[in-house]
């Protein structure tokens, strides 16, 4: 008995101490945690409730402070990113940057314009399957700014050509990525 009390103690005392060599590494620890935090906050986002094509969030992760930015047209997709971030272990602060788009009846309309203008194209359609669009359409006071991903050049062209040719938009803003892992 006093033999197995004794391989148990060594065992603890030695996973206490390689648990201590492991935290030792605070480089490789911390970029380590980042990630995951980021993958976390990532999940966290796409599952607010609300969150649409027409908001788009994003987030910075340094250490355990986590920034939110990007436009909503909904406040409560903007109250619900936040509350859903600040319950993430390893979250100790969240920087809120998220804007609250003005309610518009005509940018209303141009969101939706606009949608129906990139996504009824057969080059732009795929990228609207499933319910977490790779294009996000954001509209402020007849302003579009497109954000999100798209496979390749030619695709975030035609989202551009696209997009102006709806009424009474003012610019578009083509902010979409090439080949980031769009769908």
Same mark, same amino acid.
């Not at 033999?3 to 030695?14: C, F, G, I, W, Y």
């Not at 971030?85 to 309610?103: A, M, N, R, S």
């Not at 080059?123 to 977490?132: D, F, I, M, P, S």
């Not at 030619?154 to 769009?182: C, E, H, M, R």
């Given at each position: 008995?006093?033999?197995?009390?004794?391989?148990?103690?060594?065992?603890?005392?030695?996973? =206490? @101490?390689?648990?201590?060599?492991?935290?030792?590494?605070? =480089?490789?620890?911390?970029?380590?945690?980042?990630?995951?935090?980021?993958?976390?906050?990532?999940?966290? @986002?796409?599952?607010?409730?609300?969150?649409?094509?027409?908001?788009?969030?994003?987030?910075?992760?340094?250490?355990?402070?986590?920034?939110?930015?990007?436009?909503?047209?909904?406040?409560?997709?903007?109250?619900?990113?936040?509350?859903?971030?600040?319950?993430?272990?390893?979250?100790?602060?969240?920087?809120?940057?998220?804007?609250?788009?003005?309610?518009?009846?005509?940018?209303?309309?141009?969101?939706?314009?606009?949608?129906?203008? @990139?996504?009824?194209?057969?080059?732009?359609?795929?990228?609207?399957?499933?319910?977490?669009?790779?294009?996000?359409?954001?509209?402020?006071?007849?302003? =579009?700014?497109?954000?999100?991903?798209?496979?390749?050049?030619?695709?975030?062209?035609?989202?551009? @050509?696209?997009?102006?040719?709806?009424?009474?938009?003012?610019?578009?803003?083509?902010?979409?990525? =090439? %080949?980031? %892992?769009?769908?």
């Amino acid at each position: 008995m006093r033999v197995v009390q004794n391989m148990l103690l060594t065992l603890l005392v030695t996973g =206490v @101490l390689v648990t201590g060599t492991l935290r030792a590494q605070p =480089v490789n620890q911390n970029q380590s945690n980042d990630a995951w935090l980021a993958r976390e906050v990532g999940h966290e @986002l796409i599952t607010v409730p609300w969150y649409s094509v027409f908001d788009i969030l994003k987030y910075k992760v340094e250490g355990g402070t986590v920034t939110l930015s990007g436009a909503v047209v909904n406040p409560t997709v903007k109250t619900d990113a936040i509350n859903a971030v600040k319950h993430i272990e390893g979250v100790e602060k969240v920087v809120d940057q998220i804007e609250v788009l003005p309610p518009s009846p005509m940018d209303n309309q141009i969101r939706r314009a606009v949608y129906q203008a @990139l996504f009824s194209q057969p080059q732009l359609q795929r990228y609207e399957v499933g319910n977490l669009q790779a294009i996000h359409v954001i509209v402020k006071n007849g302003h =579009v700014t497109l954000e999100g991903s798209v496979d390749n050049q030619q695709d975030k062209d035609a989202a551009t @050509l696209y997009a102006k040719t709806v009424p009474n938009v003012f610019s578009v803003d083509n902010n979409l990525i =090439v %080949g980031s %892992g769009s769908k």
